[in-house]
T-cell receptor, first 111, second 113 residues
C-alpha cells in the first residue's frame, strides 16, 4: 500500500533556510502536498505540486519533486519563529479519494 | 475558502461510554468525507472514507463496530466512538472534498478516563 516517510525533527536558526524531506511509495500519485499544523490546531494546506512538475515556488516556499526517486522536499527561505510547527507531507491514495500522510516533521526555529 | 467544522473540539468521557463527533461542511456539499486519527507521536492515520447515503469504507485494521460512521447528508458526517476506552484517546480530524481539494476540520480531542 501507499506509504510516506519523513524525518521527525529539524532545528534551524531564525533567518536560515529549512529543508524538510519526504519520500513516498506510490508512483501513480498525481498530487503531492505539504501541510502545516500549529499546536492544537487543524491542518493548513501550505502548497501542493502536480506530478508532472519538478519545482514549484510560492513566496518563501519552494517544493522540489524528484519523481524518479519518489522524493519531495519543502524549502522555507528566511525561516521565522512563526514557522515553528509540524509539517506533513501527503500523497493521494490510489483511489484518488484521500490523502496518505507522513508522520510529520517538527520544525523548531530558534532566535 | 471552504470551511469544515468539527464539534466538539474537545471531549472527556468515562470509559465504557460512547462519544459522537460531528463534521460539517459549512459552505459546500461534500459527497465524501474522511476521518483521520492522529496518534500521540504525530502520525496521521486515515480511518475511513464516509460516503453520503452509503456505508463507510474502513481502512485495514480499523474496527467498524468500534468507530461508527454515518454520513446522513451532504453536509454532515458523524463518527461515534462506541464503548470508549483510554486507548481511544486521540485527536480525530475530519476532512471534506470540494471539487478535488480537501479541507480539514480543526480536530476533536477525545480523552477517555
Amino acid at each position: 500500500g501507499e506509504d510516506v516517510e519523513q524525518s521527525l525533527f529539524l532545528s534551524v536558526r531564525e533567518g536560515d533556510s529549512s529543508v524538510i524531506n519526504c519520500t513516498y511509495t506510490d508512483s501513480s500519485s498525481t498530487y503531492l502536498y505539504w501541510y502545516k499544523q500549529e499546536p492544537g490546531a487543524g491542518l493548513q494546506l501550505l502548497t501542493y505540486i502536480f506530478s508532472n512538475m519538478d519545482m514549484k515556488q510560492d513566496q518563501r516556499l519552494t517544493v522540489l519533486l524528484n519523481k524518479k526517486d519518489k522524493h519531495l522536499s519543502l524549502r522555507i527561505a528566511d525561516t521565522q519563529t512563526g514557522d515553528s510547527a509540524i509539517y506533513f507531507c501527503a500523497e493521494r491514495n490510489q483511489a484518488g479519494t484521500a490523502l496518505i500522510f507522513g508522520k510529520g516533521t517538527t520544525l523548531s526555529v530558534s532566535s | 475558502g471552504a470551511v469544515v467544522s468539527q464539534h466538539p473540539s474537545r471531549v472527556i468521557c468515562k470509559s465504557g461510554t460512547s462519544v459522537k463527533i460531528e463534521c460539517r461542511s459549512l459552505d459546500f456539499q461534500a459527497t465524501t468525507m474522511f476521518w483521520y486519527r492522529q496518534f500521540p507521536k504525530k502520525s496521521l492515520m486515515l480511518m475511513a472514507t464516509s460516503n453520503e447515503g452509503s456505508k463507510a469504507t474502513y481502512e485495514q485494521g480499523v474496527e467498524k463496530d468500534k468507530f461508527l460512521i454515518n454520513h446522513a447528508s451532504l453536509t454532515l458526517s458523524t463518527l461515534t466512538v462506541t464503548s470508549a476506552h483510554p486507548e481511544d484517546s486521540s485527536f480525530y480530524i475530519c476532512s471534506a472534498s470540494n471539487t478535488g481539494e480537501l479541507f480539514f476540520g480543526e480536530g476533536s480531542r477525545l480523552t477517555v478516563l
